[in-house]
């Protein structure tokens, strides 16, 4: 009786593996904010200040004692003048004092009137309104309290944490160091934009596609360009990579014909721990270890295929989540949303499958008419995949799960 082939991990199950895999890195750096966009911070980050560090007015208007409002129509001198980033005196009794956005409250305010509320005549203004206690007034410590964490350990850093780190004074910032990543591209029949294309040669659109998605990402990258197709130079090139880098990632040379050398490459080099996902595209996707030299640990081997739909799939479910996850970040799925399909499924597959579309004038999804591996126009003309579960027919109005570029390529 014949063994009968192991199932193929499913997608959640491959995901589940690598990131069991991980070992994080551990080494820290500081690094100036103006310069930390796209790193992880390495530490929670904690304030030392309050913010707003005083009590500050949120309207152009005037500060006002409430109580000598209470009765409408108040008539009040203007004792002084508070733009922001000035020092107040005290409000002076029986006054008002001209005061703009962001400038500190002087003692003995507790509100500020909108200047729309407000007729100024000379240097005198009436109050045509009865204010009550802190109204229009942004209280000190209101965003941040001193000695709070403001952002713990293994967040990413955005443009808004770096404004928030700036907010309350952190001018560097500790940061774990970036991924030492190389990456290399197995195919005899590649050529180079620029080159002349001889019969039976395309270009290499993924060596272009892999280092834009890297990019994004932010590490420090190694190419060594395209690997003649022999296991041999498969070999060379697997060590040399290992000695200088966390993670190996290669397209090409992962399924099962006789000119593919990655997987006896890996074998040879390391160990491979994973072999084939039930996903479509992306079916051959290669994981394992490549051996280093004493002292260092082992370094990380992603094959992906050689199909340029795949190779972007493949490393935004896959690729992306594991750099990320090495690097201490905890949330590294990407949201996915609820949307309408628009169009009906032909035929349903065996396997997890990622369709490529676009979101539609009237809020649903639209399909790409080819859903083929090697058609990377579907890719620039969709705006998201729908995450299409094995032997699923989708019919017109059916809710879909749906994950657009915007949260996965960034």
Do not use: H
Not at 63 to 78: F, I, M, Q, S
Not at 148 to 156: E, F, K, L, Y
Not at 288 to 305: K, M, Q, S, T, W
Not at 354 to 361: E, S
């Amino acid at each position: 009786m014949m063994n009968q082939p192991k199932p193929l991990l499913t997608v959640a199950e491959a995901l589940e593996l690598l990131l069991k895999a991980v070992r994080p890195i551990t080494a820290v750096e500081r690094v100036p904010t103006l310069e930390a966009n796209g790193r992880v911070l390495a530490e929670d980050l904690e304030s030392q200040l309050d913010v707003p560090p005083a009590d500050n007015s949120d309207r152009d208007g005037y500060a006002v004692r409430v109580a000598e409002c209470a009765a409408g129509a108040a008539t009040l001198p203007v004792s002084q003048r508070i733009p922001a980033g000035t020092v107040p005196q005290p409000l002076q009794p029986g006054t008002a004092a001209r005061i703009f956005t962001g400038a500190p409250i002087p003692p003995g305010a507790d509100a500020v009137v909108m200047q729309e509320d407000c007729v100024a005549d000379g240097e005198r203004v009436t109050i045509n309104y009865q204010p009550t206690a802190g109204e229009w007034i942004r209280p000190a410590g209101g965003d941040i309290r001193r000695g709070s964490v403001i952002m713990p350990a293994g967040t990413r850093l955005r443009p808004q944490e770096l404004g928030l780190a700036a907010s309350v004074g952190l001018a560097e910032l500790p940061v774990v160091r970036r991924l030492r990543v190389a990456v290399f591209f197995t195919g005899d029949e590649l050529a180079m934009p620029g080159e002349e294309l001889k019969p039976g040669a395309i270009y290499n659109s993924n060596r272009f596609t892999l280092r834009g998605l890297l990019q994004n990402i932010g590490c420090d990258l190694t190419d060594y360009g395209i690997v003649p197709d022999s296991l041999a130079a498969t070999r060379q090139t697997l060590a040399r990579a290992a000695q200088e880098n966390d993670l190996i990632i290669t397209s090409g040379g992962v399924s099962v014909g006789e000119e593919d050398y990655i997987k006896p490459a890996v074998e040879a080099e390391g160990r491979l721990n994973m072999w084939q996902i039930a996903s479509k595209p992306g079916k051959p996707l290669a994981f394992g270890e490549i051996r280093c030299v004493a002292g260092r640990d082992d370094a990380f081997f992603i094959g992906l295929p050689g199909n340029p739909v795949s190779v972007l799939i493949g490393f935004l479910l896959f690729v992306k989540p594991f750099m990320l996850r090495l690097q201490g970040v905890q949330k590294v799925v990407p949201t996915a949303y609820a949307m309408r399909a628009d169009f009906a499924q032909q035929k349903a597959d065996r396997r997890n499958e990622f369709l490529r579309a676009r979101i539609n004038d009237q809020g649903g999804l639209d399909l790409f008419p080819n859903q083929s591996a090697g058609v990377l126009t579907s890719t620039v003309w969709g705006d998201g995949l729908i995450d299409n579960p094995p032997n699923n027919l989708i019919a017109p109005g059916d809710i879909v799960r749906f994950l657009p570029f915007n949260e996965l390529l960034y």
